[in-house]
Each structure stands twice: as C-alpha cells, then as structure tokens.
C-alpha cells in the first residue's frame, strides 16, 4: 500500500456505512481514522475488528452539522483521506415536512458535504495523492417523489462533486472525488432500521476500491439494477416517476416522525446576560431544533421586567442558537401539546421545584426528556435589576 496512505477523517464514521468503511480502513494499514459525528459509534456495532485495536487507531470528535460552528476540522490537519457519510432522511411527502427538517436537510445532506471538501479542498486540489468519497444517492441522479427535499439535497451534491471533478480535470490535477450513489442500503440505521454491519462490509470494500482508482462515480448494483432504473427514468421522467412513487409506498411506506429532535425552553430574559446566553448554547448543542417561549410578563414570578416583552423577544430570537420563539404557554406542558418537542430544557435552579417535578410527571410516558443545565453562577436578571435601581 502506499505509505502516504495512512490518515483519514470519516464524517459519519460512528455509524453504518461510515462505520463499516472505518474498519476496513484500519484493516488497510491506516494509522489513524478520525470517526467525526452526532453521537459516539457502540462497541457492540464493530464486528470485523478488535474492539482494543479499534479504538487505539481512532478518535471520536462530536460535531452537530447543522450548526455553524466547523471548527473542529481545522484541528484535523494531517489527513490524506475524506470520507462523507453524514445525512439522514425519511419518505415523506412534502406537506408532511415540516420546516426545520427542510433546512437541516439541505444543511446536513448539502452544506455540510460543501464546507467540508471546502475546507481540505488545497490538498485535493494538489499533485499530493489525497482519496476522497461522499456519499450521494440514487435519488441524486434520478427523479425521486417522497424525497422531495432528501432528493434535491443529494442532486445539489452529486452536481457539486461532478463541478468540481471537472474543474480539476481541466486543471490537470489527478484526484478525483468518488460520487457513491446506492439506492437502498439494507444493514444501516437510515430511514430508522437498526444498524447491522455485516450487511455492508462488501458495499465499504466495493467503495475503497472506487475510491482508490479514482473513480467519479459508483453506483452500486449498477448493472444489476440502476442502469435500467436510469434509462427508463430518462425515457419518460413522468410515468417512472409515478411507478416509483407507488414503489416507495407499497415497499417501504412513509415515515410519520421528523428525523430531527427539537427542543423548547421557557423564560423570561429580562436584561438578556451570559447565562441565558450559556442556556441557549448548551440546548442547541442537544437538539436540531430550538424552540424557546419567552414569558410575556415576569407577574408569574412575581417580578417585574425591565425589558418590554416584544424587545425581549427580538433578541431571543437574534441569537443563533434559536430557531423559533413564541409567546410562552402558561405551562411548558402545554406548550409539547401544541409543539410535540422531543426535550425540554432549563437551568438546574428548578430541579426539585413543584413546577417541575409535576412536568417530570406529566412527561414520564411521553418519551420527553427533561434536561438541567447547570445555573451559571454569578448572574441572573435580578442581581442586575438590583443593581441598576440601586444605582438610580
Ligand atoms: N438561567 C441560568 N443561569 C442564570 C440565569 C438563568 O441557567 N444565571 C436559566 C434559568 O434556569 C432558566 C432560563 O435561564 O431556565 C431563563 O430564565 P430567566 O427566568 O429569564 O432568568 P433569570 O436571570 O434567573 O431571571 P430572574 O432573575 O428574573 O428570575
């Protein structure tokens, strides 16, 4: 093997396919796979390598792609090859997805892909070897009904990685950037079945081997399967279109849950400081979606704000981490009636508290978790109220 060949960063790598090609790669001769993504990979997933082995070879680095923040990538600098795993998606049709799943799509399935090859592109753009894979999808290359969004997400993709593979054939530089577009992937957690790897330890093989030839694109089962599926979709987009829509439903039928987890938090934040600021941050970092109910008045506290509720409001709703604010219900139980959240958050000051000993209650058969942050010491809205009147 080459012996340059020896680094990798797996974005995706704790799970499915990701994970499988992570093992293959160690079984390669890799010194080092940097395994970037949501959750950490489960021990009980590795089947083809030594756990010990395993985890001496690797690291594991956290990154929410839907945030803005990428900077853990510039602390990944000694790699020679990249691989994309990263997405999610569900069948659905386009009225049953909501808002916040259309953009983390695009950002997830899209950007994120982008930035990243944006981000190591000087060195895939060089007479360096570097290997380089993301996966697209089928659904990147033909019409695709009850992936409306998934769909375009991976069609933006697949174009960006041909663009840009064009881009440097015409420059005269020799890496490539290896398009896997499968259709299904049986063994993997998409559109929620559970992981099971054995399943995908060919498909992992099939996509080095592309990859190390510098291939643009894969499909698996091409001869097979996909190249009739793309003829007959370029012969009439309609009609195959529509037989692959009664295909979806008839085989796979449509998802109700969003793929995506979104939190709520209730307060006042009146004189916004660095502890709600602390709240917000802490909270996006645990959901895709942050909704947060900003309390019209502080009476239910029996305090008065400084702030007019509608300027509290616009600064809550300026701050990145936040998706969404509303008019807080009068109880956060029933604002997850109206919102169906999947987490409720708040600052540790509440453990214990009637109030939410009842919503621990209210959520025990819910499947809500409830999450408490640690109360930053040293500030609250009214230590600065004291202040301000005192100085009066
Ligand atoms: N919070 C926090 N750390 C602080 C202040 C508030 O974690 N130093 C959290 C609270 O636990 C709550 C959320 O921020 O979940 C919004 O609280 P809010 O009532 O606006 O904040 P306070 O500054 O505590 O307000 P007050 O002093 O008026 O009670």
Not at 141 to 147: A, M, T
Not at 367 to 391: C, H, M, N
């Amino acid at each position: 093997m080459d012996s340059k060949r020896k680094r990798a960063l797996v974005l995706g790598g704790n799970s499915g396919i990701g994970l499988a090609i992570t093992e293959k790669l160690l079984g390669k001769g890799y010194e080092h796979v940097y395994i970037v993504g949501k959750d950490e990979y489960r021990d009980d997933n590795i089947q083809n390598s030594d756990i010990e082995e395993f985890k001496k070879h690797t690291s594991f680095l956290k990154i929410n792609l839907i945030l803005e923040d990428y900077s853990i990538f510039d602390s990944i600098s000694d790699i020679d090859t990249l691989i994309i795993t990263a997405g999610f998606g569900r069948v659905a049709a386009f009225e049953n997805l909501n808002e916040s799943e259309i953009t983390n799509l695009i950002k997830c399935n899209m950007l994120a892909p982008i930035r990243v090859i944006k981000h190591y592109y000087d060195r895939i753009k060089s007479n360096d070897d570097f290997y380089c894979m993301v996966m697209g999808s089928i659904a990147g290359h033909v019409v695709s009904p009850l992936f409306s969004v998934y769909g375009a997400s991976k069609q933006g993709l697949c174009g960006f990685i041909e663009n840009i593979n064009t881009e440097l054939a015409h420059d005269g530089f020799k890496n490539r950037i290896l398009d896997v577009s499968p259709g299904s992937i049986k063994g993997t957690n998409f559109n929620g079945q559970g992981n099971n790897l054995s399943l995908v330890y060919d498909l992992a093989d099939e996509i080095l081997d592309n990859m190390f030839l510098r291939k643009t694109v894969y499909i698996p089962k091409y001869d097979e399967i996909y190249k009739s599926v793309i003829d007959r979709y370029r012969k009439d987009p309609e009609k195959y279109g529509i037989e692959s829509y009664d295909y979806k439903i008839s085989t796979r039928g449509e998802s109700s849950k969003p793929q995506i987890v979104i939190g709520y938090l209730s307060g006042t934040f009146d004189l916004f400081h660095i502890g709600h600021l602390n709240l917000l941050k802490r909270a996006k970092a645990m959901c895709d979606y942050l909704i947060v109910g900003v309390h019209k008045s502080g009476a239910w506290k029996g305090k008065e704000t400084f702030i007019p509720f509608e300027e509290r409001t616009e600064i809550v709703r300026n701050i990145k981490y936040v998706d969404q604010v509303i008019e807080s219900f009068p109880e956060d139980s029933m604002a997850y009636d109206a919102l169906h959240y999947d987490k409720l958050f708040v600052g540790s000051d509440y453990k214990g508290t009637e109030r939410f000993n009842r919503y621990e209650e209210y959520f025990s058969d819910k499947g809500v978790e409830i999450v408490y942050f640690p109360y930053t010491q040293g500030t609250s809205s009214t230590k600065l109220r004291d202040a301000i009147t005192k100085k009066k």
